[in-house]
């Protein structure tokens, strides 16, 4: 989506490109397994793949049904079911749910009916239809329980039923350890991006101390040497809760990592291999990329330093929509959109890479930061509370930049995403930081 204004026509065109492309990835999703592995839960941490399915299907009736084109409730019986703040994902499978063929009936008759409002919509008359934001929003819902239907994937066990081929090799071999990002202020957040959510918004000055951030996400490689140097073993690195998780669930690694003769190995999608050292870090806690951070004499990089490392660019002191600039992602910049179902190795994409050269700042891995997700100044919740506001607090650690898993529409400068410290399950990283050495007085 760019902040142009676009006429109505290409506008729909647009909108009806997002939902079709987020449909394709459910579909692939919930056709690749049979029955059973749609309706078992692979986890108490998500839920059977069925729910998000008819989930995705009534949020879509109720918004843009319901609610922008004004038609009559075709499910109005289901909708308590659905509503993820009334159901935990651990109650979920005793719940009635919708059978595989029956749910994907109701999406393609939802869409079908989508689609003629989209037709009519003058994309305009206020917050909810002006730029399709509505059409926006529903299709950013879809990519992320695509997302969150991967995860599942992930956690499921059996035999590989999802494929794709790896990251193209684009590292240029021109990269240093860290780079300093100057002092002063910077535009954080957006005022102007149509489909941005309500917790991007608004744009907000914020000024921040000159400091250093990897160039990288930290590799697995390097995360072995810190399990390689006692990491798990010393609680100085730890904070107190982290710790205490540790202890309890006897943690030695990143999850779905094991050690087999010499050998790190890792499970990815129903497939063991050997783990490679110059990917990414996947799937650890804010509790682990903390302790890493500490062990490396280090820090994790506030919300306002991640963002101001990926958007400004010093020299016209704007704010860009991407590192790389104000257009769209593209396959050479980002791995994004469940293309590689791997993150790339540290050093990819150097065409992505922030004015200050800081790579794979979008896509790749989500990255931890060390801040809480809070409200930015002027915050005013839309459409809904329970999209962002109820999670505000201390609660939930920030992480930023998107993962291979995520689509572009559901992925920008701005994003946000937040999620427990003690969560692994997602496809979390991190980079590191430092503040910047004082100068001496002239």
């Given at each position: 989506?760019t902040t142009?204004?676009l006429?109505?026509?290409a506008l729909?065109?647009r909108?009806?490109?997002a939902l ?5 990835r459910?579909r692939?999703?919930t056709?690749s ?9 692979h986890?108490?941490?998500?839920s059977?793949?069925v729910w998000d399915?008819?989930h995705i299907?009534n949020?879509e009736?109720?918004?843009l ?9 075709l499910?109005?019986d289901i909708?308590s079911?659905?509503?993820?703040f ?6 979920r ?11 994907h009936?109701?999406?393609a008759e ?7 409002v989209?037709?009519?919509s003058p ?8 730029a ?6 529903i299709?950013q819902h ?8 991967l995860i599942?994937h992930q956690?499921?066990?059996g ?5 794709a081929?790896p990251?193209p090799a684009?590292?240029?071999?021109i990269l240093?350890?860290?780079?300093l990002v ?5 535009t ?9 959510l309500?917790?991007e918004?608004?744009?907000?000055r914020?000024i921040v ?6 160039t990288t996400?930290?590799?697995n490689?390097?995360?072995q ?8 073993d010393?609680?100085?690195?730890w904070a107190k809760e982290?710790?205490?998780?540790v202890r309890?669930h006897?943690?030695?690694a ?5 050690r087999?003769?010499r050998?790190?190995l890792?499970?990815r ?14 799937h ?11 062990w490396?004499g280090?820090r994790?990089p506030?919300?306002a ?5 990926a958007r400004?660019d010093?020299t ?6 991407y590192p ?9 910049r980002?791995?994004?959109?469940q ?5 790339a190795?540290v ?5 992505g890479q922030?004015p200050l ?5 979008i896509?790749d891995v ?5 801040s809480?997700?809070l ?9 809904y ?6 999670f505000f ?9 998107g993962s291979?898993?995520v ?11 937040w999620?427990?410290?003690i969560?692994r ?6 980079r590191t930081?430092r503040?910047?050495?004082p100068?001496a007085?002239?």
């Open positions: 989506m142009d204004p006429t109505p026509e729909r065109t909108a009806a490109a079709l492309a987020a449909r394709d459910t692939l999703l056709t397994v049979e029955e059973p592995d749609l309706v078992a839960q986890s108490p941490l998500m059977p793949l399915l008819a299907g949020q009736e109720q918004w049904l319901r609610t922008v084109g004004g038609r009559d409730a499910r109005p909708d079911v659905y509503d993820a009334e159901h935990p994902r651990a109650e499978p005793s719940l009635p749910l919708l059978a595989p063929a029956e749910a009936g109701y999406l939802v869409r079908g009916r989508v689609l003629e989209l037709e009519s994309l305009r008359g206020g917050p909810l239809l002006d399709g934001f509505a059409f926006g929003m299709a879809e990519q992320q329980h695509d997302e969150t239907m599942t956690l499921r066990r035999p590989a039923v999802l494929s081929p990251p684009t590292f240029d071999g240093t350890d860290e780079v100057p002092a002063g202020p910077f954080m957040g957006t005022s102007t991006e149509p489909w941005a309500d917790n918004r608004p744009a907000h914020r101390p000159a400091f250093l951030i990897d996400p930290v590799s490689g390097a995360y040497c810190f399990i390689d140097d006692g990491g798990y010393e609680p100085r690195w982290g710790w205490a998780q309890e006897g943690l030695r990143p999850l779905f990592w094991k087999e003769s050998q790190w890792r499970r999608f129903g497939v063991t291999e050997p783990v490679p050292p110059d990917e990414p870090v996947l650890v806690s804010w509790y682990e990329a903390d302790a890493y951070a500490r490396a280090r994790l506030t919300e330093e991640w963002e101001k490392a400004h010093p016209t002191g704007r704010a860009l929509r790389w600039g104000d257009e769209d992602p593209t396959p050479d980002a791995n994004l959109g293309r590689h179902l791997r993150p190795p050093g990819s994409y150097p065409e922030s050269g800081v790579r794979q700042l896509g989500w990255e931890w930061t060390a809480d997700f409200p930015y100044p002027g915050f005013a919740a839309f459409p509370r329970e999209y962002s506001e109820v607090g201390d609660r939930y650690k920030v992480l930023r930049g291979f898993a689509d572009p529409v559901a992925c920008r400068g701005t994003f946000r995403n999620d427990l410290p969560r399950q997602i496809f979390s990283g991190f930081a503040d910047a050495e100068t007085a002239a």
